[in-house]
């Protein structure tokens, strides 16, 4: 449990310091940064509808499911008491 504890204060204190870096950025290069964050977020995005489509193009056909008969309706009824 401990390891888990310090995992997370470090990723905690890593996103603290990765939000005050691109602050700083976006204030020092502005048209950069935002150039390059958008070119990260569309391959991003782009790379993973890619992977969806290699996914379903290469994924072996399913096996057909079998219509099956639903078991005939009882004719019994509840019993009351």
Not at 21 to 34: A, H, S
Not at 60 to 68: D, L, M, V
């Amino acid at each position: 449990m401990n390891k888990d504890k310090s995992i997370g204060a470090s990723l905690l204190i890593a996103s603290i310091f990765g939000i005050l870096i691109y602050g700083w950025l976006i204030y020092t290069f502005p048209v950069v940064v935002l150039q390059i964050t958008a070119m990260v977020a569309v391959v991003a995005i782009l790379g993973i509808l890619a992977w969806i489509g290699w996914t379903m193009a290469t994924a072996p056909a399913p096996e057909p499911i079998e219509a099956t008969e639903p078991p005939a309706p009882s004719s019994t009824q509840p019993e009351s008491q």
